[in-house]
C-alpha cells in the first residue's frame, strides 16, 4: 500500500511528519495540523489550540511515494540535485502540478517532469524551499 504522509514546519522551527488536518479553527482563520501516529496523535483532536501539532500551511508538503539515490523520501517543496547534470540543470524543485507530482528544472526545453519519469539513482535531497531556497538561485 502506498504511504501518504505530509510535513510541515512548526513555528519553532521544528519540521513534523505524519497526517495532515486542516480547516478552519476559532478566530484564527485556517489553520494545519500534523499529527504523528507514532505519538498517540488519536489523543490530540480536542487539542488543536495547542502550538505542539500546528504547522504553517504554507509549509506543507506530501510524500510523493519516491525515494532519492540514498533512500531520502522526497516531498513536494524539496529541492533535489541532479547527480548527472541532467537537462543542463543542478538543483530543482519537486512540486505537483496536472495531478502529478513534478520536478520543476527551470529549463525552457523540460520545464516539468515528472518525478516518476526519473530514475531515483540520479536524483539527491539535497534541501527544500523554505529551509534553502538559495540552492535554486545557485545555477
Not at 29 to 47: K, S, T, V
Not at 55 to 65: A, C, E
Not at 74 to 90: P, Q, S
Not at 111 to 126: R, S
Request: aromatic share 12%.
Amino acid at each position: 500500500m502506498k504511504e501518504i504522509s505530509f510535513r510541515g514546519k512548526r513555528d519553532d522551527g521544528k519540521w513534523l511528519y505524519g497526517s495532515l488536518v486542516t480547516g478552519l479553527f476559532g478566530e484564527e482563520g485556517e489553520q494545519a495540523h500534523i499529527l504523528d501516529p507514532d505519538n498517540g496523535y488519536y489523543d490530540c483532536f480536542d487539542h488543536f489550540d495547542s502550538p505542539d501539532y500546528e504547522v504553517d500551511p504554507d509549509t506543507v508538503g506530501q510524500f510523493t511515494g519516491c525515494l532519492d539515490a540514498l533512500g531520502v523520501k522526497i516531498f513536494k517543496g524539496d529541492i533535489i540535485k541532479f547527480l548527472e547534470g541532467m537537462h543542463g540543470v543542478d538543483n530543482a524543485e519537486v512540486v505537483f502540478n496536472g495531478g502529478a507530482f513534478c520536478i520543476d528544472t527551470q529549463n525552457d526545453e523540460v520545464d516539468l517532469m515528472p518525478l516518476a519519469w526519473t530514475p531515483v539513482e540520479f536524483l539527491k535531497v539535497v534541501g527544500n524551499i523554505h529551509d534553502n531556497p538559495e540552492l535554486l538561485d545557485e545555477e
